[in-house]
């Protein structure tokens, strides 16, 4: 069993950068998946080989105000790898979000 990528440096931008434990990984193999209540991404959004994995920022970071839209409570986020290199981070999605 391999244990790859367990600990990431994120760089949100220039001034944004902290530690973070990988929770979970998807990949769209065949061209779609299904993310968790807590993210929010339309499935015509997520392309036949995309990755999504969703990360928890260690406890000594706090999201600055122009970032915390995209953490949960529990620091928790999901970024998006596209096969065009291409990384994204996805919105959480609201409690009383359809």
Not at 28 to 36: H, K, L, N, P, W
Not at 47 to 57: E, K, T, W
Request: charged content about 15%.
């Amino acid at each position: 069993m391999y244990d790859i990528g367990c600990i990431a440096q994120v760089s949100l931008d220039a001034a944004t950068t902290f530690t973070a434990c990988r929770m979970s990984t998807a990949i769209a193999c065949d061209g779609s998946f299904t993310t968790s209540t807590s993210t929010y991404a339309p499935q015509s959004a997520l392309q036949l080989g995309d990755s999504l994995a969703q990360f928890s920022a260690f406890p000594d970071f706090v999201p600055p105000a122009s970032w915390a839209p995209f953490f949960t409570e529990e620091r928790r986020f999901t970024l998006r790898f596209t096969l065009s290199s291409g990384v994204l981070i996805l919105v959480v999605k609201a409690s009383d979000m359809t």
